[in-house]
Nanobody
Framework: QVQLVESGGGLVQAGGSLRLSCAASGRTFSTYTMGWFRQAPGKEREFVAA????????SYADSVKGRFTISSYNAKNTVYLQMNSLKPEDTAVYYC?????????WGQGTQVTVSS
């Protein structure tokens, strides 16, 4: 079983930056994909970004393209989400997720709050 632990959330002013980290412990396969999702109050959870660690390919939601960057440090089973030019609408709980064919593993989430 894989455990995912997020860190790096907090309060930041609009236009600022934050970097989230997600550390995976347990057995992960080379085809393991890791991603970030977020859920704002009163809204459904939505996809933010993902990375296929075996090939390094990435994908992003349109709302974060050009502002967020996902990266992976495979030797440490860690994925990062660098968030720049943050907006108040980015305020949400951010969750790390992972899986081989679907997202089976989820972290507890970390709060990101962007003040205007």
């Amino acid at each position: 079983q894989v455990q995912l632990v997020e860190s790096g959330g907090g309060l930041v002013q609009a236009g600022g930056s934050l970097r989230l980290s997600c550390a995976a412990s347990g057995r992960t396969f080379s085809t393991y994909t890791m991603g970030w999702f977020r859920q704002a109050p009163g809204k459904e959870r939505e996809f933010v970004a993902a990375i296929r660690r075996s090939v390094g390919s990435t994908s992003y939601a349109d709302s974060v393209k050009g502002r967020f960057t996902i990266s992976s440090y495979n030797a440490k089973n860690t994925v990062y989400l660098q968030m720049n030019s943050l907006k108040p609408e980015d305020t949400a709980v951010y969750y790390c997720a992972g899986g081989t064919h679907e997202y089976n593993d989820w972290g507890q989430g970390t709060q990101v709050t962007v003040s205007s």
